[in-house]
């Protein structure tokens, strides 16, 4: 029985703690997100551990907060994003 109870607590554990854990170490450079308002940022995506949000950290070093439902599209490195007809957010 002690064993059930433990193995209970471990996957609890796991699956509260694991994405939080995985958003310590996520970091995704020279992304692009283009906004619904049409315009673009481009930074470094990383993933809050607190609250699982994205932000981008900018080449200056300001962070911005990514709402999920405020950006239309992000660039990876399989799916290149071309910003040359967009403008420059901020």
Known sequence: MKWLA???????????????????????????????????????????????SYYLILSDGREVSIADDGYVQMSSQDTPIDSSELALCL
């Open 6 to 52: 433990l193995s209970f607590l471990v996957i609890i554990a796991l699956v509260n703690f694991g994405p939080r854990v995985y958003a310590l170490f996520y970091s995704q450079p020279d992304t692009t997100v283009v906004f619904k308002e049409g315009c673009f940022l481009k930074g470094e995506l990383k993933i809050d551990p607190v609250n699982l």
